[in-house]
Each structure stands twice: as C-alpha cells, then as structure tokens.
C-alpha cells in the first residue's frame, strides 16, 4: 500500500514527460518552418532562373 501511494505522489515521471511534450512541439514548430522556407526559397530560386 505504502509503495502505491508513494508512487501515485511521485512527479519527477510527469515532469519528465511535461518536458517531452514541449520538445516534439518544438520539434514540430521547427519542422514545419524550415518547411515553408525551404519551399519559398526554392520557389524565389526557380522565378530568378527562369527570368534568365
């Protein structure tokens, strides 16, 4: 009984995953950025070498 209840009080498992989540949310934000950039960029590319 002891050895539940300590365990159901213990956070240092959902602090743990709390900083899980934020790192895929970062991960996704960054992906998804370069992304977009990378599709422009290549967009800008084509326009100025077609314009040649």
Same mark, same amino acid.
């Given at each position: +009984?002891?050895?539940?209840?300590?365990?159901? /009080?213990?956070? /240092? *498992?959902? &602090? !743990?995953? $709390?900083? *899980?989540? #934020?790192? !895929?949310?970062? !991960?996704?934000?960054?992906?998804? !950025?370069? +992304? &977009? #950039? *990378?599709? $422009? #960029? *290549?967009?800008?590319?084509?326009? #100025? /070498?077609? /314009?040649?």
């Amino acid at each position: +009984m002891k050895t539940a209840l300590k365990f159901l /009080s213990d956070r /240092s *498992g959902a &602090t !743990a995953i $709390e900083y *899980g989540l #934020i790192v !895929a949310l970062v !991960a996704l934000v960054l992906i998804v !950025a370069v +992304m &977009t #950039i *990378g599709t $422009e #960029i *290549g967009n800008t590319f084509n326009s #100025i /070498s077609n /314009s040649f």
